[in-house]
């Protein structure tokens, strides 16, 4: 007897569903957030869009790290906002701290001059570098660059997708992101791509260089990468700035965790720019994914609709499909700053205009 076509719910029924997965096989993933006790209402507001949209299907667990412990007041708010399992994590922030493995992880490693930092703090604040002068985020980006996928509330799991208070996501996301990440061998998932400010990472590209001199065998001569995306140059003799923007990120731990991305983190870490100048984790993340991951291990999210103020990511077509709120015209996609145009560059056989829905 021949099966009976059911009427496609757009993928909404027919796609991965937990309720249609074994529990054993599902990935190992979970939303990794960071953040304050003063984010309450912001990250309330966030949770209640990315249940919304998205886990309220799926039950992912939340892994939510801070620096200092949060306080019964902040958990009380945010438990109600899940049926999911959610894990309170704090940072261990001195090397002395069992869990911090010999390393310094929020604070000055013993190699950093403090009052060089502190100097260059306010020589940055003088020139108007986007949070130069703002101690807590040089701590934020390093944490974020070298740390949070060796936290221990973080072992068990696979992969990740880093969330932020005051992020809102516009669209349904009907299928399992992280299963689909695992099928495709997918290592790293953005949605927005723009290009850094320069004030931020003078030195950043050829302290990138030293590395690359002790690892030639990254620099593949096959363009099985994204290196074109951030140096157009053959010799990869300049940074253009591109960079996958890392408050939205769907990634493979593994991939942090591998050696050589802890080895390029060590080199960065020990030539002190996260301290005298504003290194951010979007641009270390970018650079070691363009180095170390293939072209096709690299996925943009088209599909999923995003705010992290300023900027919009809104899918081009058939949005109503999956009941988008925003208007792709705000989209900063093919806008001056967005570095999708060199990036779509990369993927000549990728359909824009009809992305696979
Ligand atoms: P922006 O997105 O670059 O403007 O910076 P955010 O202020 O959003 O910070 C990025 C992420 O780090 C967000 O998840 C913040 O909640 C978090 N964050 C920033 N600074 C701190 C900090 O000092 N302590 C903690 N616990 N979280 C921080
Ligand atoms: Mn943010």
Same mark, same amino acid.
């Given at each position: 007897?021949?099966?009976v076509?059911?009427?496609?719910?757009?993928?909404?029924?027919?796609? @991965?569903r937990?309720?249609?997965?074994?529990?054993k096989?599902?990935?190992?993933?979970?939303?990794?957030?960071l953040?304050?006790?003063?984010?309450?209402?912001?990250?309330?507001?966030?949770?209640?869009?990315?249940?919304d949209?998205?886990n309220?299907?799926?039950?992912?667990?939340?892994?939510?790290?801070?620096?200092?412990?949060?306080?019964e007041?902040?958990?009380?708010?945010?438990?109600?906002?899940t049926?999911?399992?959610?894990?309170? #994590?704090?940072?261990?922030?001195?090397?002395?701290?069992?869990?911090?493995?010999?390393?310094?992880?929020?604070?000055?490693?013993p190699?950093?001059?403090?009052?060089?930092?502190?100097?260059?703090?306010?020589?940055?604040?003088?020139?108007?570098?986007?949070?130069?002068?703002?101690?807590?985020?040089?701590?934020?980006?390093?944490?974020?660059?070298?740390?949070?996928?060796?936290?221990?509330?973080?072992?068990?799991?696979?992969?990740?997708?880093?969330?932020?208070?005051?992020?809102k996501?516009?669209?349904?996301?009907?299928?399992?992101?992280?299963?689909?990440?695992?099928?495709?061998d997918?290592?790293?998932?953005? @949605?927005?791509?723009?290009?850094?400010?320069?004030?931020?990472?003078?030195?950043?590209?050829?302290?990138?260089?030293k590395?690359?001199?002790?690892?030639?065998?990254?620099?593949?001569?096959?363009?099985?990468?994204?290196?074109?995306?951030?140096?157009?140059?053959?010799?990869?003799?300049?940074?253009?700035?591109?960079?996958?923007?890392?408050?939205?990120?769907?990634?493979?731990?593994?991939?942090?965790?591998?050696?050589?991305y802890?080895e390029?983190?060590?080199?960065?870490?020990?030539?002190?720019?996260?301290?005298?100048?504003?290194? #951010?984790?979007a641009?270390?993340?970018?650079?070691?994914?363009?180095?170390?991951?293939?072209?096709?291990?690299?996925?943009?999210?088209?599909d999923?609709?995003?705010?992290?103020?300023?900027l @919009?990511?809104?899918?081009?077509?058939?949005?109503?499909?999956?009941?988008?709120?925003? @208007?792709?015209?705000?989209?900063?996609?093919?806008?001056? #700053?967005?570095?999708?145009?060199?990036?779509? #560059?990369?993927?000549?056989?990728?359909?824009?205009?009809?992305?696979?829905?």
């Open positions: 007897q021949a099966a076509p059911q009427p496609n719910d757009r993928g909404r029924v027919t796609g @991965n937990l309720d249609n997965v074994d529990p096989k599902k990935v190992k993933a979970c939303i990794v957030i953040a304050r006790d003063s984010d309450l209402q912001s990250l309330r507001e966030t949770m209640r869009g990315f249940e949209r998205f309220r299907r799926f039950h992912y667990p939340y892994v939510i790290l801070n620096e200092e412990p949060f306080t007041e902040f958990k009380n708010g945010i438990r109600p906002m049926d999911s399992e959610i894990k309170f #994590g704090q940072v261990p922030k001195e090397a002395s701290d069992p869990q911090a493995k010999g390393m310094t992880w929020w604070g000055y490693p190699f950093i001059d403090q009052e060089r930092a502190a100097r260059e703090r306010a020589e940055m604040g003088k020139n108007n570098v986007p949070y130069g002068d703002k101690e807590s985020y040089h701590h934020m980006c390093r944490f974020q660059s070298g740390f949070f996928f060796r936290h221990p509330l973080l072992d068990e799991y696979e992969y990740y997708w880093r969330v932020e208070p005051h992020v996501f516009f669209c349904d996301i009907d299928y399992d992101v992280f299963q689909m990440m695992k099928d495709n997918l290592k790293y998932g953005f @949605n927005i791509a723009i290009a850094e400010s320069p004030s931020t990472i003078p030195t950043l590209w050829e302290t990138v260089m590395f690359v001199d002790k690892h030639p065998e990254l620099v593949k001569p096959n363009d099985d990468n994204v290196l074109r995306l951030i140096s157009s140059s053959s010799d990869l003799d300049h940074y253009n700035g591109c960079h996958f923007w890392s408050n939205f990120e769907i990634g493979s731990l593994d991939f942090f965790r591998s050696p050589l802890l390029f983190f060590n080199h960065l870490d020990q030539a002190g720019g996260f301290f005298y100048e504003r290194w #951010g984790d641009p270390v993340h970018s650079i070691a994914a363009a180095l170390m991951l293939k072209r096709s291990e690299i996925h943009f999210f088209n999923i609709g995003y705010q992290h103020f300023p @919009n990511h809104c899918p081009s077509e058939p949005y109503l499909q999956k009941k988008c709120i925003c @208007n792709s015209e705000d989209s900063i996609d093919w806008k001056i #700053g967005s570095c999708l145009v060199p990036y779509a #560059g990369l993927y000549p056989d990728y359909k824009w205009d009809e992305e696979t829905y």
